[in-house]
Structures are given as C-alpha cells and as structure tokens.
C-alpha cells in the first residue's frame, strides 16, 4: 500500500497541493524507501496525538473530529482515505473519498454480516474508488457515487523481453491460505511435464513467505526439482521479466494485480484464472493472454503448452499486453481519470 500511496503522490504533486496524513510513523526511513516528493507535506498523527488509538467507536468518533482539524480553512479539500477513517464529522468545503483496493468477495462482503454498521458508515463517503469495474454491481448496492480508477505503472520500460528463453515466470507472496495459488501452479507444472517436448523448460517462482518450504516440499514430492526454480524476493524484478518468455497467474483471488500489469509492460503474454476480479481488466482474452475457467488445471496446462511451443503466438500477444499496459495502465491515462473526479 506504501508503494501504491507513493506512486500516487508522485503523480498529483504537480497539478495540487498535498498533504499525507499517515497514523504512525511505523518505519523511519520510509519517506525515503518510498521516494515521496519533497513538495508533499507529511504528518504524523500520532506525534500530534500521542494518545491516538481505534479501539471504540468513540475512538473512531474523535479520530473523525482530530482528522477534520489538520484540514486547511478557507480552501476546497479533497480527502481521500484508505481505510480507518469514517467520515462522522466533515469540514465545509471538503469531499471525502474512500479508496479499496483488495476485492469486495475476499475483503469486505463478510463485513456486511458481522458489522451491520459497515453500509451506513461506507454511505458517510461523497465517493468511493475501486480499481475493477468488475467491482461495480457489489459496492452499487451501498453506495450510488462510484468511480473505478486503477493502480499504474510510474514508467512503461522502453525494453521487452525477447520471449526467446524457456521460462515461465510467477511472482508473488508466499503467505498463508496461499493466495498467489502456488500449490496448484506446481500441479499445473507437473502436467505440463508429462509432455516430453516441454522437458527444457523452467518454471521461475519468486518471492518469500510462511509457505515457501511446503512450495519446496510439494515441489520434492511430484520430483519437479530440476524444473521448478524457487527464488528469493528481489528488487531487480525487471530482469526476472525479461528474462522470462510467458507470465503466469494461478491466483484464488485478487484487486488489481500489479504483476499482470508489471509484466505486460515488459511485453510479455500472460495466462491467469479468470477469478472474480482483476485478471480480466487486464488480459484479454486470446489476444494478449489466456484467462482459464477457475480451478480448470488441465485446460490451464493446455493453453501454457500452447505458448510455450509457438514463439510467433508469444510474440503477438506479448506485443498487445504491452499496448494494453500502456492504454491502460499508464501515469498519463490515470491522471486523466483523477482530473476528470477531481473536476467534477
């Protein structure tokens, strides 16, 4: 979220004034990591409020009324929340924004079960963000003013991959409940390796995580050792992409993954599970990637053969993701999209 928070603040600095209010300042050199413009003005809640905390409601109440009093007077403010805040009380001249980003399925529908003040609270908003327009027939039924803006890329690299090489690539977290779909991307590997014209091909996963040694594990077990490369978290991603020829997805769930779009941009075709959200605003179908019914291992394995052996096919697709990330998913085709809700 830092990255996504940075990215946007690097964005709008040169059209507004703004101001970042974070709650903690959890890492000190986090304005650094994360390389905010020196025209962003940065405050800590919590260094004005020492006694900030979310445990009641009253909490939340107060933490409504203290947000309000950092807000400038006499001037038109836009203030656009991630999460925490509900806009109990609003200032004069200011429009409130709730940003979400994970999927409204997997993140906010149980909400609407176990916390019956969730609708009436979200209703506090002027506007909401959601980066799917997939999202919209969920988020309708609560709130009548919405909006879908997607995530962006800062840059589209100028380089594409060659699509030359035999690896396939897969990146992502390694976390419990095993989100990124690891486990059933070995089990697609495994069939795909029955087929003796695939013998020389690797699959390249990178990241970390809790799960990373029952990945191993399973990995041993089906004997896929020399085939499957498991490799660490690294900040050179751009050389994992082209270095890679195919991209593969094999999430159970998703917002907006960033890795589609990263990928695309380096030109490279994609094959994912069409899952509720996500994939699908961004792959299209047969033309740039594959989407494959969800939990289909079989037809998945089918289509990843498919690019595999025919490099004119890589290249053809992987030319239009890269369009795509372009049209898309580009800083000047997002800016537009802010500009047009700030304006209205």
Known sequence: M??????LCNLLCSHYEITLISCYKANETLPATYNFPTNVKIIYFNEIYPDFKLDSFWDKVKFSYRINQLLPNGSKNI?????????FFKKKN???IRLFHNSFENAYKKYLYKKPLFPPRIAL???LIVLSSKELNHWQKLHKNIEVIPNFLPSIPKESSPLQSKIVLSVGRMDKGDQKGFF?????WEIVQKDSRFGEWKLHIVGDGLLKEQIEEKIKAKNLQDSIILKPFTNQIEQEYLQASIYAMTSLFEGLPMVLVESASFGLPQISFDINTGPSDI???EKSGFLIPDGDLEGYAEKLKALMQNQNLRESMGKRAKEIAQEKFSKEAILLKWQK????
């Open 2 to 7: 830092q990255r996504v928070v940075s990215n």
């Open 79 to 87: 203030l656009i929340v991630n999460n925490l805040l509900y806009p």
């Open 94 to 96: 200011t429009i409130y």
């Open 125 to 127: 908003f002027d506007k």
């Open 184 to 188: 059933r991307l070995v089990d697609i």
């Open 283 to 285: 792959i299209e179908n």
């Open 341 to 344: 809700m700030f304006n209205n």
